[in-house]
């Protein structure tokens, strides 16, 4: 018996949405012309040394700072640095990983030179959701949507497992 191979159009697992996610955010960026300044996954924090009892040489730490923890982007502006989550259903977790990732800037070294700028939480979604806006804007959360012209189809895959009638699979 060989072995079966089932292609979908959206990868099952926890990671289900990742793909997705990242085209609303690379989309997102693009139509603002931000992409010099985009930063895509960057890791945040100092370096988790884990008590080692040797020196760091740095591959060891390039190495280690790779479990560090990420945001989606971010983007350096003239006067603000923001700190950006991508969701393209609106979640309020997102809010809290916004926050959560902000706190990490000031003790990254990479980011040290860009510090006289204001970090920006920034929550992306990809639909409108006004509960979980002012959720998120009652943290000093900014709050973008971006609807990109082929949410309905990924929303049909997502929910009902096909296209819609409308839409032609050529």
Do not use: C
């Amino acid at each position: 018996m060989g072995a079966n191979i089932t292609v979908n159009a959206i990868p099952p697992g926890k990671r289900r949405n990742a793909r997705a996610e990242t085209t609303l955010l690379h989309e997102w960026i693009d139509l603002h012309g931000w992409n010099a300044a985009a930063s895509y996954e960057p890791r945040l924090g100092p370096t988790i040394q884990e008590n080692l009892s040797v020196p760091m040489s740095p591959a060891l730490e390039a190495n280690l700072r790779n479990r560090n923890w990420y945001p989606d982007a971010i983007v350096i502006t003239p006067s603000e640095l923001w700190v950006i989550e991508a969701k393209l259903e609106a979640k309020p977790g997102a809010v809290g990983e916004a926050l959560f990732y902000s706190t990490l800037v000031g003790t990254t070294p990479d980011l040290q030179w860009a510090l006289n700028r204001a970090v920006v939480p920034v929550v992306l979604f990809g639909r409108i959701d006004d509960t979980v806006a002012r959720f998120a804007r009652g943290y000093g959360v900014r709050v973008e949507f971006y609807t990109p012209p082929w949410i309905a189809d990924y929303l049909n895959r997502r929910y009902t497992g096909s296209l819609p009638s409308a839409v032609s699979s050529e």
